[in-house]
Protein backbone atom coordinates (compact mmCIF):
# COMPACT_ATOMS: atom_id res chain seq x y z
CA UNK A 1 0.00 0.00 0.00
CA UNK A 2 3.00 2.26 0.76
CA UNK A 3 4.45 2.05 -2.28
CA UNK A 4 1.11 2.67 -4.27
CA UNK A 5 0.54 5.87 -2.05
CA UNK A 6 4.18 6.79 -2.81
CA UNK A 7 3.64 6.18 -6.66
CA UNK A 8 0.36 8.12 -6.43
CA UNK A 9 2.35 11.30 -5.31
CA UNK A 10 5.27 11.20 -7.50
CA UNK A 11 2.67 11.39 -10.25
CA UNK A 12 0.89 14.07 -8.74
CA UNK A 13 3.88 15.64 -8.20
CA UNK A 14 5.69 15.53 -11.76
CA UNK A 15 1.94 17.32 -13.06
CA UNK A 16 1.13 20.63 -13.09
CA UNK A 17 -1.00 21.96 -9.84
CA UNK A 18 -4.34 22.70 -11.50
CA UNK A 19 -4.32 19.75 -14.11
CA UNK A 20 -3.46 17.87 -10.11
CA UNK A 21 -6.24 19.52 -8.57
CA UNK A 22 -8.65 18.92 -11.93
CA UNK A 23 -7.72 15.57 -11.10
CA UNK A 24 -8.64 15.46 -7.57
CA UNK A 25 -12.05 17.44 -8.24
CA UNK A 26 -12.84 14.05 -10.61
CA UNK A 27 -11.93 11.93 -7.65
CA UNK A 28 -14.34 13.70 -5.89
CA UNK A 29 -17.04 13.26 -8.43
CA UNK A 30 -16.42 9.83 -8.56
CA UNK A 31 -17.23 9.44 -5.04
CA UNK A 32 -20.07 11.22 -5.43
CA UNK A 33 -21.42 8.95 -7.78
CA UNK A 34 -20.40 5.85 -6.26
CA UNK A 35 -20.92 6.19 -2.42
CA UNK A 36 -24.73 6.63 -2.54
CA UNK A 37 -25.26 6.00 1.08
CA UNK A 38 -22.55 9.13 1.73
CA UNK A 39 -24.30 11.07 -0.68
CA UNK A 40 -27.29 10.69 0.78
CA UNK A 41 -26.00 11.06 4.45
CA UNK A 42 -24.63 14.37 3.62
CA UNK A 43 -27.75 15.69 1.76
CA UNK A 44 -29.68 14.39 4.60
CA UNK A 45 -27.43 16.43 7.07
CA UNK A 46 -27.57 19.91 4.93
CA UNK A 47 -31.83 19.21 4.72
CA UNK A 48 -32.15 19.44 8.57
CA UNK A 49 -29.59 22.60 8.66
CA UNK A 50 -31.16 24.29 6.01
CA UNK A 51 -34.66 22.98 5.42
CA UNK A 52 -35.67 26.14 3.30
CA UNK A 53 -32.90 25.02 0.84
CA UNK A 54 -34.04 23.78 -3.11
CA UNK A 55 -32.99 19.96 -3.31
CA UNK A 56 -31.00 21.35 -6.20
CA UNK A 57 -28.79 23.56 -4.50
CA UNK A 58 -28.06 20.98 -1.60
CA UNK A 59 -27.38 18.51 -4.06
CA UNK A 60 -24.86 20.91 -5.43
CA UNK A 61 -23.22 21.52 -1.59
CA UNK A 62 -23.03 18.10 -1.58
CA UNK A 63 -20.96 17.60 -4.71
CA UNK A 64 -18.53 20.43 -3.98
CA UNK A 65 -18.24 18.94 -0.58
CA UNK A 66 -17.05 15.26 -2.71
CA UNK A 67 -14.73 17.56 -5.05
CA UNK A 68 -13.57 19.49 -2.23
CA UNK A 69 -12.29 16.06 -0.48
CA UNK A 70 -10.89 15.01 -3.67
CA UNK A 71 -8.67 18.07 -4.24
CA UNK A 72 -7.69 17.76 -0.44
CA UNK A 73 -6.34 13.99 -1.18
CA UNK A 74 -4.50 15.40 -4.49
CA UNK A 75 -2.90 18.48 -2.58
CA UNK A 76 -2.34 15.77 0.47
CA UNK A 77 -0.22 13.42 -2.16
CA UNK A 78 1.60 16.92 -3.69
CA UNK A 79 3.09 18.07 -0.02
CA UNK A 80 6.72 17.12 -1.53
CA UNK A 81 6.37 19.52 -3.94
CA UNK A 82 3.74 21.94 -2.65
CA UNK A 83 6.26 22.25 0.56
CA UNK A 84 8.94 23.97 -1.53
CA UNK A 85 6.86 26.25 -3.17
CA UNK A 86 4.67 27.27 -0.41
CA UNK A 87 5.20 30.46 -0.67
CA UNK A 88 3.46 30.76 -4.06
CA UNK A 89 0.48 29.37 -3.17
CA UNK A 90 -0.14 30.63 0.83
CA UNK A 91 0.02 33.95 2.51
CA UNK A 92 1.40 34.05 6.31
CA UNK A 93 -0.26 37.18 7.82
CA UNK A 94 0.46 38.67 11.33
CA UNK A 95 -2.58 41.20 10.99
CA UNK A 96 -5.62 39.17 10.60
CA UNK A 97 -7.81 42.72 9.65
CA UNK A 98 -5.66 42.29 6.00
CA UNK A 99 -7.61 39.12 5.84
CA UNK A 100 -10.57 40.71 4.27
CA UNK A 101 -8.41 42.35 1.27
CA UNK A 102 -7.13 38.93 -0.29
CA UNK A 103 -7.95 37.58 -3.32
CA UNK A 104 -9.88 34.43 -1.97
CA UNK A 105 -8.06 31.99 -4.13
CA UNK A 106 -5.47 32.22 -1.78
CA UNK A 107 -4.84 30.25 0.99
CA UNK A 108 -4.32 32.63 4.40
CA UNK A 109 -2.55 31.03 7.61
CA UNK A 110 -3.08 34.07 10.59
CA UNK A 111 -0.37 33.70 12.99
Avoid: Y
Avoid at 33 to 62: C, G, I, T, W, Y
Avoid at 73 to 78: G, H, K, Q
Amino acid sequence: MHAAINLLSRIFCAMPRGSSLWVGRRIGDLRFFLMPKHRAQSLKNLRLVFPERPLRELDAVVRAGFRNFGMSIVETLRLPVEDTDVNGNVIVMEEPEKFRQLAPSRAVIVG
